[in-house]
């Protein structure tokens, strides 16, 4: 294989998840505690693709510490009542994956449990590793943490991985680590988003149908 150990972002890479469920969940919170804040879904988008989530909420949004957390048990319980779907054909590319036995790791701003039940709920095979929000704000994505942990235990070079992400804290990460980053652009269609990741990343995928093919011939 190419590529033995395949490394995922879950949120609009897997799963068809910020339009469907963490954008209502945004907006529904907003309106209840900071009437005062109102955004699109496209600007939505483009804030958690940089800087980021921690900083959006932070410096535009406003919300001191205690409300960010307030914030996030929000969001974690409106995840507990919404499973979003994966993406047509993103089930068989996984489970290809794990046949051919490669590894199937994810490392996503969702947490552990909920990346997991989605997965159980979706058919998806299970993942060799998941690292979420559960780590230390210090070890989260874009740190190159996570991707260390998993070359370190299963004896990985950096040309055996290849991250797939649809935002930047991807690219950052993988580009830290030196491993190789396919750009997920199936999630939306904001024209700056695209740009920087056609620009920048090693590989760029409209849809999911173009990776699956791209990634069956490597590992051929």
């Given at each position: 294989?190419r590529?033995?150990?395949?490394?995922?972002?879950?949120d609009?890479?897997?799963?068809?998840?910020?339009?469907?469920v963490?954008?209502?969940?945004?907006?529904?919170?907003v309106r209840?505690?900071?009437?005062?804040?109102?955004?699109t879904?496209?600007?939505?988008?483009?804030?958690?693709?940089?800087?980021?989530?921690?900083?959006?909420?932070?410096?535009?949004?406003?919300?001191?510490?205690?409300q960010?957390?307030?914030?996030?048990?929000?969001?974690?319980?409106?995840?507990?009542?919404?499973?979003?779907?994966?993406?047509?054909?993103?089930?068989?590319?996984l489970?290809?994956q794990?046949?051919?036995?490669?590894?199937?790791?994810?490392?996503?701003h969702s947490?552990?449990?909920n990346?997991?039940r989605?997965?159980?709920?979706n058919?998806?095979?299970?993942?060799?590793?998941?690292?979420g929000?559960?780590?230390?704000?210090?070890?989260?994505?874009?740190?190159?943490?996570?991707?260390?942990?998993?070359?370190?235990?299963?004896?990985?070079?950096?040309?055996?991985?290849?991250?797939?992400?649809?935002?930047?804290?991807?690219?950052?990460?993988?580009?830290?680590?030196?491993?190789?980053?396919?750009?997920a652009?199936?999630?939306?269609?904001i024209?700056?988003?695209?740009?920087?990741?056609?620009?920048?990343?090693?590989?760029?995928?409209?849809?999911?149908?173009q990776?699956?093919e791209?990634?069956?011939?490597?590992?051929?």
């Amino acid at each position: 294989m190419r590529y033995p150990c395949l490394i995922v972002d879950h949120d609009d890479t897997v799963v068809n998840s910020t339009a469907t469920v963490h954008f209502p969940c945004f907006e529904e919170y907003v309106r209840k505690f900071h009437p005062q804040y109102t955004c699109t879904l496209e600007h939505y988008f483009l804030k958690n693709f940089d800087p980021g989530v921690v900083p959006f909420y932070r410096d535009e949004v406003g919300l001191s510490h205690e409300q960010m957390l307030h914030e996030q048990a929000y969001w974690n319980a409106y995840v507990q009542r919404h499973v979003p779907r994966v993406y047509p054909g993103m089930r068989e590319i996984l489970w290809r994956q794990k046949r051919a036995g490669g590894l199937l790791c994810v490392i996503s701003h969702s947490y552990r449990d909920n990346i997991l039940r989605d997965y159980r709920e979706n058919d998806l095979p299970e993942p060799d590793e998941v690292f979420g929000w559960e780590c230390p704000p210090e070890k989260r994505k874009p740190s190159p943490w996570a991707v260390v942990q998993i070359m370190e235990k299963y004896r990985l070079n950096a040309d055996q991985v290849l991250m797939l992400d649809d935002l930047k804290p991807g690219y950052d990460m993988a580009h830290a680590c030196s491993v190789a980053f396919a750009a997920a652009g199936w999630a939306n269609d904001i024209p700056e988003i695209e740009r920087f990741m056609r620009a920048n990343c090693d590989f760029y995928f409209k849809t999911v149908e173009q990776f699956g093919e791209w990634l069956a011939l490597q590992n051929d």
